[in-house]
């Protein structure tokens, strides 16, 4: 990575659908500058300073818009915010211009130790008021918004007080950040913690949702009940298309993003599951209009 | 009503010293119990730490196997718990503990292997640098020669093992089809793990030109490491690998000492 000064401008991304850049996927990606609105990285594999990664992503760089997504914030924590980790987002910021940069609505640290995992959140007013006051600080630093994400979960806790897609609405809200709005996610979730994944989509105005998500998850069998893990390793399942085509008609279109990262087809098979999200988009809003 | 904090220890305490007593109270039991909930965070954690180390030890994983390496990692990450949000960075004391493993005892050479793909990772990951243009060197007086001290290329490891690491190393490649014996009595390697146009290379250096490059990586003068590299082999010939090393991009800045 070369000085911040020789950076990109700004590259608005549309309400198209796009992939997740993998560096298994990286040559073939430039040699066949596939139609996708944009690609979303994950930020923390561009920590290192220099090499392959940052050669790939500069060059792509120059022909599709960019979406940052952070796992290893640890917006959530009781810890103080990671300075070094939010400096080095900073500066792959201020360098790359993405036009989206997103973390997740979950804590993974304490003590200064890493679970590295999406850990849930209660959702209580002390939690919201945590989570408010991390989203802006991250903000402050970046000096730009950022969108938080709903996280997939296999538990509640008892002194929950606040429902899910309230809390999410009001993180929102409060500290002025946008919402990733993960529909697999919410799907999981659904049945997991046995709702009606629709009220969720009701809970949160079009206005805040600023990206969606979409990925397949695992039907895990117990001898005492099923739940569903957000694996990112298998295609979009039917349920999921049928509540994004739900999140679409309420929301409209929106920079929808195709999440695999376990057992990676081939790009082919991204591209197709994005094509899919796309059509869903544009039949639904010929409709509309 | 636990506070944020609270929660957070009681969890943290699950996940890292397997203490469920004050989480699973906290979890509503909504069909599957509170414990089975807190257990596929715990298994969440345990793949996703010890895929992180699958992906930059897959030679260690081959060469112990499937069942052992997630034993190892188990024990691993028990004892060295991830510091940073960034997986990445996870992982660096495998060799180290690896060395202290009682389980791998039998395989002396595992912990330099698993110091070759650390070198690697870290090398992949490194910053870029410029290259050294020939030229600048001629314009210095050469009498004052034996004074300059010379930088490495940030992307640049050197490793010296007793085992033959490289060839471990080669014949465990996904796509090496040759023959597979290793003869362990050969003798080790002097190693330099360089990055050219984004691809790792693993060299083998002679000893004296080991010497030659570790001692000006210990920011010692020219002088000193052309001394280093005699006390290996006294025809040392400093023109032919400094050349070398100028031209591969392996020593990229200098200054008078």
Redesign the interface.
């Known amino acids: 990575?070369t000085s911040p000064a020789e950076g990109f401008t700004a590259r608005p991304i549309p309400a198209r659908a796009g992939i997740g850049l993998r560096s298994e996927h990286y040559q073939d990606v430039v040699a066949s500058r596939p139609a996708v609105g944009f690609f979303e990285i994950h930020s923390?594999?561009y920590?290192?300073?220099?090499?392959?990664?940052?050669?790939y992503l500069e060059t792509l760089r120059t022909d599709y818009p960019l979406s940052f997504h952070?796992?290893?914030?640890?917006l959530g924590?009781?810890d103080p915010l990671?300075e070094a980790?939010t400096q080095?987002l900073k500066q792959l910021v201020d360098y790359y211009q993405p036009d989206l940069v997103s973390e997740h609505l979950s804590?993974?640290?304490?003590?200064?130790?890493?679970?590295?995992?999406l850990?849930p959140?209660?959702y209580?007013r002390?939690?919201l008021n945590?989570i408010v006051d991390r989203v802006q600080q991250v903000q402050n630093t970046l000096k730009r918004q950022i969108l938080v994400e709903n996280v997939s979960s296999?538990?509640?806790?008892?002194?929950s007080t606040i429902p899910e897609w309230e809390f999410v609405a009001q993180v929102a809200e409060q500290s002025g950040c946008g919402i990733l709005l993960d529909v697999n996610n919410i799907y999981v979730n659904a049945i997991n913690?046995?709702f009606n994944p629709r009220t969720f989509l009701d809970g949160v105005s079009a206005r805040l949702v600023k990206e969606i998500h979409l990925a397949g998850h695992t039907v895990?069998e117990?001898e005492?009940?099923t739940?569903l893990?957000d694996t990112h390793d298998q295609l979009v399942c039917d349920e999921v298309w049928s509540l994004y085509r739900d999140a679409v008609r309420r929301f409209g279109p929106k920079p929808t993003l195709i999440e695999w990262d376990?057992n990676l087809p081939k790009l082919s098979v991204l591209l197709d599951e994005a094509n899919t999200a796309q059509t869903i988009m544009e039949t639904l809003h010929a409709q509309v209009a | 009503?636990?506070?944020?904090?609270e929660?957070?220890?009681a969890?943290?305490s699950w996940?890292?010293f397997d203490d469920a007593s004050e989480i699973a109270?906290?979890?509503?039991a909504?069909?599957?119990?509170?414990n089975?909930?807190?257990q596929?965070?715990r298994n969440?954690?345990l793949v996703?730490?010890t895929?992180?180390l699958r992906a930059v030890y897959p030679v260690v994983e081959k060469l112990v196997g499937d069942g052992f390496f997630r034993f190892a990692a188990n024990e691993f990450i028990h004892h060295y718990?991830?510091?940073?949000?960034?997986?990445?960075l996870?992982g660096h004391e495998f060799a180290k503990f690896l060395s202290e493993f009682a389980a791998a005892k039998g395989h002396a050479y595992l912990p330099d292997v698993a110091r070759l793909e650390w070198a690697q990772h870290e090398?992949?990951?490194?910053?870029?640098?410029a290259p050294l243009a020939p030229q600048s060197l001629t314009a210095i007086d050469p009498d004052r020669y034996e004074s300059l001290c010379f930088t490495l290329h940030?992307?640049r490891r050197l490793l010296y093992s007793p085992y033959p690491v490289v060839r471990i190393w080669e014949v465990n490649q996904p796509d090496f089809d040759g023959d597979q014996t290793v003869d362990l009595s050969a003798s080790g390697n002097c190693v330099l793990v360089l990055?050219i146009n984004?691809?790792i290379e693993l060299h083998t250096l002679a000893r004296p030109e080991y010497r030659f490059l570790a001692t000006i990586s210990e920011g010692k003068t020219l002088g000193q490491a052309v001394e280093a590299a005699l006390e290996q082999h006294r025809d040392f010939d400093l023109n032919h690998y400094l050349a070398k090393h100028v031209q591969n991009g392996t020593l990229v800045e200098f200054n008078l000492a």
């Open positions: 990575m923390e594999n920590f290192g300073l220099g090499g392959a990664p940052h050669r952070g796992v290893g914030m640890s924590s009781v990671n980790h080095r804590w993974s640290s304490l003590n200064g130790q890493y679970f590295n995992d850990l959140l209660p209580t002390e939690a945590h296999y538990l509640q806790y008892t002194h913690h046995n895990n117990f005492d009940g739940i893990i376990t | 009503m636990p506070r944020l904090r929660l957070q220890q969890f943290g996940l890292q109270a906290l979890v509503c909504n069909g599957l119990a509170g089975r909930r807190v596929i965070y969440n954690l996703t730490l895929d992180a718990p991830s510091r940073h949000g960034n997986l990445h996870f090398v992949y990951h490194a910053v870029d640098h940030p992307a990055r984004g691809a």
